[in-house]
């Protein structure tokens, strides 16, 4: 019996009273030392939006990759529901890094080419970050080149873009991740006919276009070549013969490698395996970025 003269088999309306027994005891310590430990917590819902499930075969046209996405069991196509920005998976693999087969137009600095493994999949942006994206978040334009927002942005520093990145949950794509989703499953200096694929100084007219003006690769993503150069993850670093897994770039030095080249290069420097270099506090007018992200 309780001190309120309640029957010990009466529902008991004290919080306290963990066992129901009408009485606030020993007993109710007991089972509240039961429950010590980590509290249980509803796991957070995905931070994206699915755009579509499985690959689509006219866009990735590689039978072997469409199947390593969909054995993944991740969406192939979603958009990132803080920023808006549309990304795809890129499955887990290996590639050649560096200067491509018979590639004559290759500088020292893509040598040795050397086995690279991606050990994870992981998602990317489809196209390069455009004004809108960035000043939906940020609040203001930087780029040099204005009149669409669909126009990619520029004049962001790598320190800008990481910024970007990690404020909203994204991150850049390591050297290795950008290169081995610029070929999209190609082991040639290019994707396909310049032309078709990129804005350079054949084509551009000496500005930038919107994103997704041009054909995609194997995989999916435009404008992995022209348009802007794009920041990755790294440091600048040399190239070893050695087979390696998820390579991270130089570990010191100030400088951070840019892919892709920009609307102002010619033809021989628009290739996969093409590399550039930038402070990562310059800003410049031919120099955006996309963003990557673990599922």
Known sequence: MSGLGLPAFAQSNCVEDLDGDGDVTAGDIGVLLLKF??????PPGPWYTVLEQAPDPAVVTDALARNRI??????WRVRDQVTGIEMLLVPAGSFTMGRSPGDTEAYSDEDPAHPVTISSSFYLGRYEVTQ????DRVGRNPSHFKGSMSLPVE???????????????????SEAEWEYACRGGSTGSRYGALGDVAWYAANSGGSTHAVGGKLANGYGFHDMLGNVWEWTADRYGDYSAASVTDPKGATSGSYRVQRGCYWGYGADTLRASNRGMS???GRFGNIGFRVARQP
Request: proline residues 8%; hydrophobic residues 30%; aromatic residues 8%.
């Open 132 to 135: 809108q994206q960035w000043v």
């Open 70 to 75: 969909i054995a993944t069991g991740l969406p």
């Open 155 to 173: 004049q962001v520093s790598w320190e800008d873009a990481k910024s970007f990145c990690d404020e909203h949950g994204l991150r850049l794509p």
């Open 37 to 42: 430990g980590p509290c249980e917590t509803e």
């Open 279 to 281: 402070s990562s506090v």
